[in-house]
C-alpha cells in the first residue's frame, strides 16, 4: 500500500516562532488532508489540499502532487496550536494516515 | 447538526467480552468509516461503507464486524475482545456523489470525538 511519512516525529517551538511540517508520499493520489488532533483527542480537519496553496489565517498548506510532497506552514504559533499534526492521503475510497507530527508551543 | 456521534467516549472490557461501539450521523452523508488509533500512531482504516447495506474491509479488519441498516448509523461490533484491540476508534463520515469530480475520495470526511477502549 502507499507509505505516508511525516516529519519532523517531534518540534517544540516557543510561542510566536513559525514552523514547517512535511508529509511524503510514495504513490499518486486524489487528495490530500491536514488535521490537527488536539489534546483532548479530537480530529479537526485543516486543509483539504490536492495540489497548490490554501491559506486558512496563521495556517496554510501546499502540495506539489508531482514530487508528491505537502508542508504545512504555521506562523506565529500559539500555545494552542499544540498537538498533533497528521497528513493523509486520498486514493479510491480510502485515506491513509501519517504516523503525525508532535507540536508543542511553550509560552 | 451534531455531525458525528460516537459512543460510549470510554469504556473498559474484559477479554473475551463483547461490545458494540456505535457511530450515528446526521448530515446525510452515504459514506461512512471506522478507523482505530494505536498511541503515537495514525489512524488505521478498520472497514468502510459506501450506503446502507453496502461494506467492505479496510487495511486492519480483523477482529471486528460491521452492519449497515440506514444511512444514519455504522456500529463496529467486537465480538472475543482481545488487548491488542486497546486502542481509540473513530467513526467518520462523508459525502460522495458520481458527478463529484474525482472519485469517492475527493470529500473531505467529518469524524467523531472517538470511543477510547481498554482491555483488560
Known amino acids: 500500500g502507499i507509505q505516508v511519512e511525516q516529519s519532523p516525529p517531534d518540534l517544540i517551538l516557543q510561542e510566536g516562532a513559525n514552523s514547517t511540517l512535511r508529509c511524503n508520499f510514495s504513490?499518486?493520489?486524489?487528495?490530500l488532508q491536514w488535521f490537527h488532533q488536539n489534546p483532548w483527542g479530537q480530529l479537526i480537519n485543516l486543509f483539504y489540499i490536492p495540489s497548490g496553496t490554501k491559506q486558512n489565517g496563521r495556517l496554510s498548506a501546499t502540495t506539489v502532487a508531482t514530487e508528491r510532497y505537502s508542508l504545512l506552514y504555521i506562523s506565529s504559533s500559539q500555545t494552542t496550536d499544540s498537538g498533533v499534526y497528521f497528513c493523509a492521503v486520498v486514493r479510491g475510497r480510502q485515506l491513509t494516515f501519517g504516523s503525525g507530527t508532535q507540536l508543542t508551543v511553550l509560552p | 447538526n451534531a455531525g458525528v456521534t460516537q459512543t460510549p467516549k470510554f469504556r473498559i472490557l474484559k477479554i473475551g467480552q463483547s461490545m458494540t461501539l456505535q457511530c450515528t450521523q446526521d448530515m446525510n452523508h452515504n459514506y461512512m468509516y471506522w478507523y482505530r488509533q494505536d498511541p503515537g500512531m495514525g489512524l488505521k482504516l478498520i472497514y468502510y461503507s459506501v450506503g446502507a447495506g453496502i461494506t467492505d474491509k479496510g487495511e486492519v479488519p480483523n477482529g471486528y464486524n460491521v452492519s449497515r441498516s440506514t444511512t444514519e448509523d455504522f456500529p463496529l461490533r467486537l465480538e472475543l475482545a482481545a488487548p491488542s484491540q486497546t486502542s481509540v476508534y473513530f467513526c467518520?463520515?462523508?459525502?460522495?456523489?458520481?458527478?463529484?469530480?474525482?472519485?469517492?475520495?475527493?470529500?473531505?470526511?467529518?469524524f467523531g470525538d472517538g470511543t477510547r477502549l481498554s482491555i483488560l
Open positions: 504513490d499518486s493520489v486524489n487528495n
Open positions: 467518520a463520515s462523508s459525502y460522495y456523489s458520481f458527478r463529484d469530480q474525482g472519485g469517492p475520495g475527493n470529500q473531505p470526511q467529518h
